[in-house]
C-alpha cells in the first residue's frame, strides 16, 4: 500500500513501506504482502552471531534497564568454561568473519569468567569478531590491554548529559586509553539511549566531542528506550514531549546534529531502499536462525536479556532448548513484526521492524508509540533529502492523528496527560 507524503509547498508524493520507493505511483493494495512468520523459529547449526550470556549480575542499577527485574539464573563461574568449550565443538563451526559477543550484566563484573573463556575462544578462533558493551566502571590498565590485544569491538554504554539516569561516570582515565587505542581501527564507540530526560542527539555529541576532543566520535544505540517495566516507562516521553521531540529531532537532523550517530546513516538506507519487506527481520535478529544466544551450561534463551529462570510475556519460558538437542530448539516466546495488527501498514516499518518482539499488551503499545515518534524523523530526514522538500503531513487515514500530523503543522495538539513519576 501507498502511503501520500505531503510537503509544505502544497507537493505530494507516494511512499511504499514495504518496498521503501517513493514517487508518483498511485494508491494501491500492495501486490505481493509479506509473509506471516508466526514461529515457533528455529536454529541452524550454521551459527554466525553467537551471543554468551555470562549472567544478569551488575554493578549499576539503570531505571530503564531491560534485565532489572528479570529473574536471576543459577550464576556460572569460570568453573563453566571448560565443560562449555568442550562440548562447543559439537554444535559450532563457524566460518571466518562470523561474531561472538560477551554479554552481561555488566560483562566485567564476571572478569575470572570472562578472561579464560575469551582467551580460550581467541586461540581456537583466531579470525572470528568478539564484542562486548560495558559500562566501563571497572575497566583498568590490565583490561584495556587485554582487550586490545584480543581484538575486541568495544561499545562503552553511556548517556552523555542523561547519564544520571543509568548510574555514576566511570573512571575516565581507562576508558579513554581504551579509546585512543582502539580509535583508530574503528573498534570503539559509545553507545548512548535516548530518553524523556534525554532527547537531544546533538546535545549527546557534544558531549563525547568535548570528553574524547574527537569531532568525529563514534555514536551507537542512539534511538529512544523500550520499556520493560514501571521505570523504563516513567522514562517515556507524554504525547505533548513526542510532538515536541520530533520538532526539535527532525531539526537536528537537518542542520547535521545527528551526524556522529551510525542509526542516522543506517535508518535513511532503510527508509529508503533495500530489501522487499518480506524479507525484513525483527529490530534485534534474534529471530534468525544463524543467530543464537547461549549460557555458559549450553541452554539456549531468547536473547541476552533474559535468563533460563525467565518467563516471556505470552508464558513462555525463556528458556527455549538447549545445544545438545539442538533440533528441538524451537523460539517459541517472540511475535514477528508481520504478525502484529499495525505493523504492515505502518509508515516507519522499515525503520522500526517491529521493536521489541517478546514485549505484549500495554508495554508493547507504549514502546510502539515512542518506536514510531523516533523513527519517524529519520523517514522525513531521508525523505527531505532526497527531495529537497519539507514534509508536512502523513495521509494514511488507518493511522491517529499524533502519527499523521507529526510536527503539528495542521493543528494537532495533544492531550494533557499526567506521566508517571520517575522511579
Known amino acids: 500500500m501507498n502511503i501520500p507524503i505531503h510537503f509544505t509547498d502544497g507537493t505530494q508524493l507516494q511512499y511504499d513501506p514495504h518496498t521503501g520507493q517513493l514517487g508518483n505511483t498511485e494508491d494501491g493494495e500492495l501486490v505481493s504482502p509479506p509473509l506471516h512468520r508466526a514461529g515457533p523459529f528455529r536454529k541452524s547449526r550454521r551459527v554466525h552471531h553467537l551471543k554468551i550470556q ?39 563451526d563457524p566460518e571466518p568473519g562470523s561474531r561472538i559477543a560477551f554479554w552481561g550484566g555488566e560483562p566485567f563484573v564476571y572478569w575470572k569468567t570472562l578472561k579464560p573463556l575469551a582467551e580460550a575462544l581467541r586461540a581456537r578462533y583466531p579470525d572470528l569478531v568478539f564484542s562486548i558493551i560495558t559500562n566501563g566502571s571497572v575497566l583498568d590498565a590490565e583490561k584495556v590491554e587485554w582487550l586490545d590485544r584480543l ?7 553511556h548517556d552523555g548529559p542523561g547519564q544520571h539516569l543509568r548510574g555514576p561516570d566511570p573512571n575516565w582515565a581507562p576508558v579513554l586509553e581504551l579509546y585512543r587505542r582502539l580509535r583508530p581501527q574503528n573498534r570503539i564507540s559509545f553507545n548512548p539511549m535516548l530518553t524523556r530526560g534525554n532527547s537531544s542527539r546533538a546535545a549527546i555529541a557534544a558531549y563525547f566531542i568535548d570528553l574524547t576532543g574527537d569531532p568525529d566520535v563514534p ?37 547535521g546534529g545527528a551526524q556522529n550517530f551510525s542509526i542516522t546513516y543506517s535508518k535513511f538506507r532503510a527508509a529508503l531502499g533495500g530489501a522487499h519487506a518480506s524479507e525484513l527481520g525483527q529490530k534485534c535478529g534474534i529471530e534468525r536462525e544463524d543467530s543464537i544466544t547461549v549460557d555458559l551450561q549450553g541452554n539456549v534463551l531468547t536473547c541476552q536479556n533474559v535468563s533460563v529462570a525467565a518467563t516471556a510475556p505470552n508464558g513462555m519460558s525463556h528458556n527455549v532448548g538447549h545445544v545438545a538437542d539442538f533440533d528441538s530448539i524451537s523460539l517459541n516466546t517472540i511475535t514477528h513484526w508481520s504478525a502484529r495488527q499495525n505493523c504492515q501498514r505502518c509508515p516507519v516499518l522499515r525503520l522500526c521492524s517491529g521493536t521489541c518482539t517478546f514485549l505484549q499488551g500495554d508495554m508493547f503499545q507504549a514502546a510502539c508509540d515512542s518506536s514510531y515518534t523516533d523513527n519517524v524523523v529519520f523517514l522525513v530526514g531521508a525523505i527531505e533529502a532526497a527531495t529537497g522538500k519539507r514534509v508536512e503531513y502523513i495521509d494514511a487515514p488507518h493511522l491517529p492523528e499524533e502519527r499523521r500530523d507529526i510536527f503539528g503543522l495542521r493543528g494537532y495538539r495533544p492531550k494533557k496527560v499526567i506521566h508517571l513519576k520517575s522511579i
Not at 581484538?151 to 554504554?157: H, K, Q, R, T
Open 54 to 92: 555470562l549472567g544478569l549480575s551488575c554493578n549499576y542499577s539503570c531505571s530503564y534497564c531491560s534485565q532489572r527485574f528479570v529473574p536471576h539464573a543459577d550464576q556460572t563461574t569460570a568453573a563453566h568454561v571448560e565443560p562449555f568449550l568442550a562440548e562447543l565443538g559439537t554444535w559450532y
Open 219 to 255: 555514536l551507537g544505540e542512539g534511538s529512544m528506550i523500550d520499556p520493560y517495566d514501571d521505570g523504563g516507562l516513567a522514562n517515556l516521553m507524554t504525547p505533548s514531549e513526542r510532538l515536541e521531540y520530533r520538532q526539535a529531532a527532525v531539526a537536528e537532523l537537518r542542520w
Open 151 to 157: 581484538g575486541f569491538l568495544v561499545a562503552i554504554s
